[in-house]
C-alpha cells in the first residue's frame, strides 16, 4: 500500500466533477487500499474522497466507528458511484476537511438521507443514514462534484472558524 497525496484548497482540481467508476478490478481496490490508509492518518478523519487526492472517481469512504452514541453507525464502508435517493429534515453542523486543514465551518444537511451505492466489488447496496453520519456522507458526495463544504457556508462571517487545535 502507498500513501496518497491529500489535494487542498485551493487546488483547483477539488473542483472537478468525478466520473462513474466502470471497472470494478483488482486496480480499484488496490486503489481503494491505498485511500482508506491515506485517510487513517488525517486525524479524526470520518471520511475520504477520490478526488482529493486527485482521482476523478466517484468513490469515497466513510466510517464513523470512532464515534460514539450516533443514530446510525454502520461503520467502514466504500461508496461508489453513490447516489442519494430520498432526504428528509434538516440540520446544522459543524465540518472539517482534511483538504481544508486550517479550518472547520458550520454547514446545513438533510438529517436524514437514502443511499443507493456499489462496494469494491460492485454489489448493489443501499443505505438509510441519520444524524452525523448522514452528514459524513453528504460531506464525501459533495467532493464528487467538486465541492468543499466552504462552498455551502451560509456565512463566511459567522461560520467559517480557525481551527485551533490538531485533532
Ligand atoms: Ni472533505
Known sequence: MALLEILTYPDPRLKDESQPVTA???????FV?????????????VGIAA??????????I????????????????ILINPEITEWDGFAVGREGCLSVPDFTGNVIRAERITLEA???HGEHRQYQ???YEARAVQHEIDHLDGLLFLDRLVSRRNDLFKRKTYK
Open 24 to 30: 470494478f478490478d483488482d486496480a480499484l481496490r488496490a
Open 33 to 45: 487500499a491505498d485511500l482508506e490508509e491515506t485517510m487513517r492518518l488525517g486525524p479524526g478523519a
Open 51 to 60: 478526488p482529493q487526492v486527485g482521482r476523478a472517481l466517484r468513490l469515497a
Open 62 to 77: 466513510v466510517d464513523c466507528s470512532s464515534k460514539a452514541k450516533l443514530p446510525t453507525n454502520h461503520g467502514r464502508m
Open 118 to 120: 456499489r462496494d469494491e
Open 129 to 131: 443514514f441519520e444524524g
